[in-house]
């Protein structure tokens, strides 16, 4: 019970399944509700959904599932304080019991006994629970847990048993493949390895020099890390010199993690809730934007298209995946929702999509991110072939191949198709003025252009506007440099970089990233829709960058990777953040990505003052009169109130 449990049984959300339903009916429920995308809540028929519900006698809860603050406002409120009337209290449980320390735990250790005293148990009546996977003392074992227990529940030191984790024995198979033992010492191999890969120049030979000893095998002395890769399954990590910036490098950490993930599924932790926030919209931005282009280039790599072919492509996959579509284009789905305004939504979507390939097409000549960029597209122009007359007659005049000549008049239209100057028939997104209140402005679809509109002529008249009007001024030789101020110069071929990413994902045809902020400023509700969209099997959201409010309690499935945005303050909040993931195979991959700022700096250059951090257990205190005197008052009146509803006389204790 929390604060955004609904008060009356009107307001609850979701489906309840009618009474008398079993625990499999539900199970049904939930799969059927899965396949079919269903994005509400289901109830089964024991659960007390509203308060309303709750507070109805012969209707309580038998498990209540609360936080400490809501537990006081329970035992103080005199409409909720019902809740316990009669209660058995046979469990009294707490997660994360590492966190009740200081002040915090004091209270806590109050409110125990005032919640016992008010259902009439003494301590040796309840069990008591406290889970933990950092309640450890380096130096006193068990004992330090113990200790905690027996003064946080209020019960005899000997009566508190530590259960520690116990794992089950790995089922391998009887028959299986040992690999031949590596020849000599392993610790010798890895030595010479390191130092390979770390000597600068000499790094080739040595590398070969170490994989001959280990393995027997050559490498190739040319291309020996090509080799090295191809023998490690294809898969090459770009190893460069880059300018460290945090935002763009926790997003390729993220995708590179769950490209090579099992469980498609990713936590990355930000201590800073403004960090969260910006890390998840630049991941969604990023990430989205990449995979329209992908989408454009699966078309492009099947043979030319036009751009109304293309656009009608990328409508047709659309329509075809609505999870894909309110990933790519949440823009129109704000517009016209596909549910109530199908036509609608398909003629705000076709426009959209074919606003965003005429982007695509109208890249600054120094961009650097686009598919024609990266060279993975090319534009041609009707009717500028080789073979046209003009072309041939022009040829032979200048004395060129007329491929040459038709290549180097398309460079110079590339040159101004890249600045805009384009004519749109349909839209004419090109030809007019747009203003910060224009539609298209204000729903995401085009950005605020000033120099839009342009246009292109073969001679300029006095009265046109230089600013506004461009000029051919003269041809263009086979491979001379269209560049501005590039005089003389001719262009030559550049070599695509191994190792650069976006060209790697494009190639590879990465999964798309599709995150998602999970922090206190997001509604409750819309939390918990992303809770169940993330531990579902769709691929609506499958990465959460969160605050550290999601190291505790929530369930959020299986993980196989954890990446933090930067080095967690403490040594328990490291090792419950990198607890979250690898709970089923009791593997898994972790990553703390260390800023350029002090705090991770030194872990950075010293990580095992992280790993092999001391965590000490939880203290607090429980001598601080001026808490116990609050207490005590809280109680008085909560039995006059009893006393009041005639619930029952004051034992002689009590007196």
């Known amino acids: 019970m929390g604060t955004k449990t609904p008060e009356l049984e009107r307001e609850v959300a979701g489906e309840r399944l009618p009474a008398g339903s079993s625990r499999a009916d539900y199970q049904a429920r939930l799969a059927q509700a899965r396949e079919a995308k269903e994005t509400h809540a289901i109830h089964p028929p ?42 058995r209290l046979e469990y009294l449980v707490f997660d994360e019991a590492h966190t009740f320390k200081g002040a915090a735990g004091a209270e806590t250790a109050c409110l125990i006994r005032r919640l016992r005293s008010f259902c009439g148990r003494r301590s040796e009546d309840t069990i008591c629970v406290a889970t933990s996977a950092t309640l450890a003392d380096p130096e006193r074992g068990t004992d330090a847990a113990k200790e905690f227990a027996a003064r946080f529940f209020g019960v005899q030191a000997g009566n508190v048993e530590v259960v520690l984790e116990q794992y089950e024995e790995d089922d391998w198979a009887t028959k299986r493949k040992v690999p031949r033992p590596l020849p000599g010492d392993p610790r010798e191999h890895l030595k010479n390895m390191l130092e390979a890969v770390e000597s600068g120049d000499d790094a080739g030979a040595l590398v070969r020099i170490a994989l001959r000893a280990m393995t027997g095998e050559a490498l190739d002395e040319d291309s020996w890390q090509e080799d090295l890769c191809d023998r490690a399954g294809g898969y090459r990590e770009p190893a460069r010199p880059v300018m460290a910036i945090t935002v763009s490098d926790v997003h390729v950490l993220a995708l590179s993690m769950l490209q090579h993930s099992d469980h498609k599924r990713l936590l990355v932790f930000s201590d800073n809730r403004q960090d969260a926030a910006f890390q998840a919209g630049w991941m969604q931005d990023h990430a989205r934007r990449f995979r329209l282009r992908s989408l454009m280039y699966e078309r492009l790599v099947q043979g030319g298209v036009s751009v109304g072919d293309l656009s009608a492509h990328l409508c047709d996959l659309l329509e075809q995946n609505d999870d894909l579509s309110r990933a790519l284009i949440p823009e129109v789905w704000r517009v016209h929702r596909k549910e109530a305004e199908g036509v609608r939504h398909q003629e705000e979507r076709a426009r959209f999509i074919r606003i965003q390939v005429l982007r695509e097409l109208t890249m600054g000549v120094k961009q650097r991110i686009g598919l024609e960029p990266w060279g993975r597209l090319k534009v041609t122009y009707r009717g500028l072939m080789p073979d046209a007359v003009f072309i041939q007659e022009w040829a032979e005049r200048l004395k060129a191949e007329p491929g040459v000549l038709a290549e180097g008049i398309a460079g110079l239209l590339d040159i101004f198709r890249r600045n805009s100057i384009l004519l749109d028939q349909e839209g004419r997104i090109f030809s007019r003025f747009w203003g910060d209140g224009e539609p298209g402005i204000m729903r995401g679809y085009l950005v605020v252009s000033p120099g839009v509109p342009k246009a292109l002529k073969l001679r300029r008249a006095a009265e046109d506007d230089k600013a506004r009007l461009n000029q051919i001024l003269r041809t263009t030789p086979s491979n001379t440099c269209l560049a501005w101020r590039c005089n003389d110069g001719h262009t030559e071929l550049v070599q695509e970089s191994p190792d650069d990413f976006n060209l790697m994902v494009l190639d590879q045809n990465s999964l798309m990233l599709q995150p998602r902020e999970h922090s206190a400023q997001v509604p409750a509700e819309d ?26 309690g929530v369930d959020i499935g299986a993980l196989d990777s954890v990446l933090m945005r930067n080095v967690p303050p403490l040594v328990a909040n490291y090792w419950q953040r990198v607890g979250r993931a690898g709970r089923r195979h009791r593997m898994a991959v972790n990553l703390a990505y260390a800023r350029t700022v002090s705090h991770d700096r030194a872990y950075f250059k010293d990580p095992l003052k992280l790993l092999e951090g001391v965590i000490s257990p939880p203290r607090f205190n429980l001598r601080n009169g001026i808490m116990l005197e609050k207490h005590i008052h809280a109680t008085i009146l909560t039995t006059l109130q009893a006393l009041a509803r005639g619930r029952e006389s004051l034992g002689d204790a009590d007196r």
């Open 46 to 87: 024991e659960e007390r959904v509203s308060r309303e519900e709750m507070r109805t006698p012969g209707k309580q809860p038998r498990i209540l599932l609360t936080n400490v603050k809501q537990l006081e406002l329970l035992l103080t409120r005199q409409q909720d304080v019902e809740l316990f009337d009669g209660a």
């Open 527 to 552: 939390r918990e829709q992303l809770e169940r969209d993330f531990k579902s099997d769709s691929e609506r959201v499958n990465t959460l960058v969160a605050t550290p409010t999601l190291e505790l």
